[in-house]
C-alpha cells in the first residue's frame, strides 16, 4: 500500500495534473508539464490542499465526544459507536477494516513532501532563496503530518518510555522500492524536531498562501512539538517567537454582533459564513479537516456544550440547540472553509498561559489567558479569571483551549499528555437512556489501533500494533 501511495504520486508528476482550489491557489502552477524541472513545478504540490493538507482524527473526535454522532450513525458504523461510547470490550482492530483516510492521507501528504524535499534544491528557474523556503515549507508540512500520525497511532510521548515503545513507520524517501521501519516514539520525535530545527533559518516571514508555512508556523509549530513533550521552557520561547511574527485574535465579539440578527431568531438554523478560512487573521498556517470543501462543520452533543463558559459569542455563533426525533445536540450553523488541520495564535497563546502557570507565573498566565477571553465572551458575561491557585488557574487554561480548539487534534493530544503526566488527568462520564458510560484516563481507547490495510500491506517494512484492542 505504501509503493501504491508512491505510484500516484509519480503518475500525477508524469501527467502534469493540478489540482484547482476554491481560492484558485494553483491558477500559476504550470500546465501539461510531463517531468517536474522547475521549483513551480514542485511548489505546486504544496498547493495542493486537497490530497497533501487534510488532517482527519475523525475518530478522535469520536473519542472525545466533540462532535455529536446520530443514533443511525452508530448503528452502522461499529468503529465509530465503540469509540464514542468507550466500549472498552470492543476488538478495534477487527472493527477498523475501512477506517484507513487518516493514516493514508496523511501518508500521501508525507510521500508528497518527501519528494519536494528530495528535488526542491536542484531544481531550475528559482533563486537559491525560493528553493530553500519551498524545502523548508515541505519539511514543517512533513513534520506536522508526523505529529499527527504519532499522537493518533502511537501512545503519547513520555521521557521514560519513548525509547522503548513503538510509534509509526518513518518514511523520508521518495523511492517507491525505500524500505520503511516502525521507529520508536523518542526516534519520530526526533526527527520531527530535526525537521523543524533545518527548516526555520529559510521560512518566509510571508507565505506564497495560507497553505504555505511561515517562519511563524515553524515557532508555533516547535512551541505545540515540545509542548507534548512537557518542556514548556522550549515551549514558552517558541510560543514567543511565534507571537512576536503574528499576534492576532479575531473578535467574535463583533462577529457575534454582525450576525446577531440572525443567530438570536429562535429555532432557526440558518447558516452564517465562516470566518475560520484561508483568510482567518489568527493563521499561521492553513490545513484542512476531514472535510476539504466548502461545508459546514460538525453539531456537538448537548454534554460537549455545557463546558462552554457562559456568555461565550464564539459558540453562540457556532452551534443552536435543536430536537429531531430521538436525537437532542447543538446543530451547526456556520458554513465556509475552516481551519482544523492548521496552526492558529489562539493555540499558540494559551500554550504561553500553559508554560507560564507551570513555571508559577499565574498572574502573567492569567493575563494571556484573559486576553484571550476577551475577544471570545459577551462583555455583559466577561469578568477576569483571578486566582493565585496554580491547579485553578491551569484548569481554566485548559478549559479555554479545549473549546478554542474543538474538532481539531489538539484537546485529544492535549489529554494524552496530561493522563499521562497524571497531575491534572482527563476522564469523562456520561449518561445514555439511563445507562452511565466512562472513559477512563488510563483506558487504552486513548491510542488508536493501524487500520488492517496497513498492517497486511504494510510496504516494504513491517507493522506492530500499539493497542492491544
Known amino acids: 500500500m505504501m509503493k501504491n501511495i508512491y505510484k500516484k504520486i509519480l503518475c500525477i508528476f508524469a501527467l502534469g495534473l493540478v489540482l484547482a482550489s476554491c481560492e484558485s491557489y494553483l491558477d500559476d502552477a504550470p500546465k501539461g508539464s510531463k517531468i517536474p524541472t522547475t521549483l513551480s513545478d514542485y511548489e505546486a504540490f504544496i ?3 486537497y490530497a497533501n493538507q487534510s488532517v482527519n482524527v475523525a475518530q478522535a473526535l469520536n473519542l472525545m465526544n466533540d462532535k455529536f454522532i446520530d443514533i443511525a450513525t452508530l448503528g ?17 482492530i477487527q472493527l477498523n477494516q475501512e477506517d484507513e483516510s487518516t493514516y493514508y492521507m496523511q501518508y500521501k501528504g508525507i510521500s508528497t513532501f518527501n519528494l519536494i524535499i528530495a528535488n526542491a534544491l536542484t531544481t531550475t528557474e528559482a533563486t537559491e532563496e525560493e528553493k530553500r523556503a519551498v524545502w523548508a515549507q515541505a519539511k514543517i508540512l512533513r513534520a506536522m503530518s508526523y505529529y499527527n500520525l ?11 518510555t519513548a525509547g522503548t515503545k513503538l510509534s509509526v513507520p518513518l518514511i523520508t524517501s521518495a523511492d517507491i522500492n525505500a524500505p520503511s521501519r516502525q521507529v520508536t516514539i523518542q526516534e519520530l520525535y526526533d526527527f520531527i524536531s530535526n525537521d523543524v530545527k533545518e527548516a526555520l533559518p529559510y521560512l518566509p516571514k510571508v507565505g506564497q498562501t495560507a497553505l504555505h508555512p511561515t517562519l511563524g508556523a515553524g515557532y508555533a509549530f516547535y512551541s505545540r512539538v515540545y509542548l507534548q513533550m512537557s518542556n514548556y521552557t522550549e515551549a514558552l520561547k517558541y510560543a514567543d517567537l511565534a507571537l512576536a511574527e503574528n499576534n492576532k485574535l479575531y473578535d467574535w465579539n463583533a462577529y457575534y454582533i454582525a450576525n446577531k440578527a440572525v443567530i438570536d431568531i429562535p429555532n432557526d438554523y440558518t447558516n452564517t459564513p465562516s470566518p475560520m478560512g484561508y483568510n482567518y487573521v489568527e493563521n499561521y498556517t492553513f490545513r484542512h479537516g476531514e472535510r476539504t470543501y466548502l461545508s459546514v462543520e460538525y453539531s456537538i452533543p448537548v454534554e460537549r456544550a455545557q463546558r462552554f ?66 475577544t471570545r465572551i459577551q462583555p455583559s458575561s466577561y469578568q477576569d479569571i483571578v486566582t493565585t491557585d ?30 499521562a503526566e497524571g497531575t491534572y488527568k482527563v ?42 484492542k
Not at 76 to 92: I, Q, S, V
Not at 316 to 329: C, F, I, K, M, Q
Open 390 to 419: 496554580k491547579t485553578t488557574a491551569l484548569n481554566a487554561i485548559f478549559r479555554t483551549k479545549n473549546n478554542e480548539l474543538i474538532l481539531t487534534i489538539i484537546p485529544f493530544a492535549d489529554a494524552r499528555r496530561l493522563n
Open 47 to 49: 498547493r495542493d490542499e
Open 76 to 92: 452502522a458504523e461499529r468503529l465509530t459507536k465503540a469509540n464514542y461510547m468507550w466500549d472498552e470490550t470492543a476488538d478495534r
Open 309 to 374: 463558559e457562559t456568555g461565550d459569542v464564539r459558540f453562540r455563533s457556532r452551534w443552536e440547540l435543536r430536537t429531531v426525533g430521538a436525537d437532542t445536540y447543538y446543530r451547526r450553523t456556520l458554513s465556509g472553509m475552516f481551519n482544523y488541520g492548521g496552526i492558529t495564535t489562539v493555540e499558540v497563546y494559551l500554550i504561553k498561559a500553559e508554560c507560564l502557570a507551570r513555571a508559577n507565573q499565574i498572574s502573567e498566565a492569567l493575563d494571556v489567558l484573559n486576553t484571550v477571553r476577551k
Open 150 to 160: 504519532v499522537n493518533f497511532y502511537a501512545d503519547t510521548y513520555l521521557a521514560s
Open 427 to 468: 476522564s469523562f462520564s456520561k449518561v445514555n437512556a439511563g445507562t452511565t458510560y466512562t472513559l477512563s484516563s488510563t483506558s487504552h481507547l486513548w491510542t488508536m489501533p493501524f487500520p488492517q490495510g496497513a498492517t497486511r500491506n504494510p510496504g516494504n517494512g513491517t507493522i506492530t500494533q500499539n493497542v492491544p
